[in-house]
């Protein structure tokens, strides 16, 4: 009951917007990816592809990242009655789903926390994802072990669109 009330706190801030299912529409495609990612102190980067693809008419996606020596997976779920997404990720690495961010988009910027639980210790999470042009978007991760006072970023990746023949011949 403690966990459901703080998560609820920290959606307090946020307000409803005209959410849709269609908030990850931006996404569908193939991209490039450059990911940083922070594994004790030390920053790790690698480059990969990500692929993304439409389910149950955009009330859904997959997501699929193939990076040098990492590979996940994410399945984002548009819950109608909340107006709000639920991403769900996964690695190869143990092939284990981990708790479900929840947010929404709000002026074109997506927020989605979540509670968990690393090396033992109860964080927050928080997932931004926010779009810089129509064909790059930026995602970042940050962990908060003070109850959301301070955060720590512990994952960035940019995405970049790989032009298609379609896109490449609109004007």
Request: charged share 25%.
């Given at each position: 009951?403690?966990?459901a009330l703080v998560i609820a706190c920290l959606f307090a801030?946020?307000?409803?917007?005209?959410?849709?299912?269609?908030?990850?529409?931006?996404?569908?495609g193939t991209w490039t990816t450059h990911v940083r990612r922070l594994k004790g102190t030390t920053w790790?980067?690698?480059n990969g592809?990500?692929?993304?693809?439409?389910?149950?008419?955009?009330?859904a996606n997959l997501v699929e990242l193939k990076a040098e020596g990492f590979?996940?997976?994410?399945?984002?779920?548009?819950?109608?009655?909340?107006?709000q997404w639920s991403l769900?990720?996964?690695?190869?690495?143990?092939?284990?789903?981990?708790?479900?961010?929840?947010?929404?988009?709000?002026n074109g910027r997506g927020e989605f926390y979540s509670q968990e639980t690393i090396n033992g210790r109860a964080v927050f999470v928080r997932f931004i994802i926010t779009p810089l042009t129509?064909?790059?978007i930026r995602f970042e991760q940050a962990f908060s072990d003070d109850g959301g006072k301070t955060w720590e970023?512990?994952?960035?990746?940019?995405?970049?669109?790989?032009?298609?023949?379609?896109?490449?011949?609109?004007?």
């Open positions: 009951m403690k966990r801030g946020m307000q409803a917007s005209a959410q849709s299912h269609a908030d990850f529409d931006f996404h569908i790790v980067e690698m592809i990500t692929v993304v693809r439409k389910v149950w008419d955009g009330r590979e996940g997976l994410s399945l984002r779920l548009y819950n109608p009655l909340a107006k769900h990720f996964a690695s190869s690495h143990d092939g284990m789903l981990n708790v479900p961010t929840i947010g929404q988009f709000k129509p064909d790059s970023v512990n994952w960035i990746a940019i995405d970049t669109r790989i032009p298609t023949a379609e896109t490449r011949t609109k004007p």
